[in-house]
T-cell receptor
Framework: AQSVTQLGSHVSVSEGALVLLRCNYS??????LFWYVQYPNQGLQLLLK??????LVKGINGFEAEFKKSETSFHLTKPSAHMSDAAEYFC???????????FGKGTKLSVKP | EAQVTQNPRYLITVTGKKLTVTCSQN?????MSWYRQDPGLGLRQIYY???????DKGDVPEGYKVSRKEKRNFPLILESPSPNQTSLYFC????????????FGPGTRLTVL
């Protein structure tokens, strides 16, 4: 069965600092992996996705993630945090034929001026 | 504009009073799904539908019903809501040949007193 673990329910960085949000997955089949962002009082927006092509995936707003099969990880990074990046971030793995996405519990990112 | 819409966006109700949350998509997607989001638990799938008249249970279906009479609509029905169904609900849709590319609605915040 597929599962996702996000390390750290809250991450705080200073504006301009590196953002690193951690995600480890478990999957019995080659996974499709996703990062979604949820801004306050809004729905989920797809940041980026891995679908077995390039292992380094670039997304919107300067975010990128690297798929590492040996570490079963798909960490999300951004070189320089901006105040507007403050949001909750969810890592997800494809659930298989059911079509669902298995979500992690989320990481809330705070950005300090 | 391609989108998933949900109504209402906010709802406060009382225990036992039947309610329906509507979901509609204008992208001609075959697959639709309902999730609930709870703090610390991420998103969990309630029900999904692969096509018209085809629905199936997700991970947390108890206390919910759905129907899929038309391709564009996928209402979520709570016949006798209880306080433990207080949550943030998201509808999502995707093409059948790309189940993992799910588009999410803006969410419905439900409070059951």
């Amino acid at each position: 069965a597929q599962s996702v673990t996000q390390l750290g329910s809250h991450v705080s960085v200073s504006e301009g600092a590196l953002v690193l949000l951690r995600c480890n997955y478990s999957s019995s089949v080659p996974p499709y992996l996703f990062w979604y962002v949820q801004y306050p009082n809004q729905g989920l927006q797809l940041l980026l996705k891995y679908t077995s092509a390039a292992t380094l995936v670039k997304g919107i707003n300067g975010f990128e993630a690297e798929f590492k099969k040996s570490e079963t990880s798909f960490h999300l990074t951004k070189p320089s945090a901006h105040m507007s990046d403050a949001a909750e971030y969810f890592c997800a793995v494809s659930g298989g034929s059911q079509g669902n996405l298995i979500f992690g519990k989320g990481t809330k990112l705070s950005v300090k001026p | 504009e391609a989108q998933v819409t949900q109504n209402p966006r906010y709802l406060i109700t009382v225990t036992g009073k039947k309610l329906t949350v509507t979901c509609s998509q204008n992208m001609n997607h075959e697959y639709m799904s309902w999730y609930r989001q709870d703090p610390g638990l991420g998103l969990r799938q309630i029900y999904y539908s692969m096509n018209v008249e085809v629905t199936d249970k997700g991970d947390v279906p108890e206390g919910y019903k759905v129907s899929r009479k038309e391709k564009r609509n996928f209402p979520l029905i709570l016949e006798s809501p209880s306080p433990n169904q207080t949550s943030l609900y998201f509808c999502a849709s995707s093409p059948r040949d790309s189940l993992n590319e799910q588009f999410f609605g803006p969410g419905t915040r439900l409070t059951v007193l």
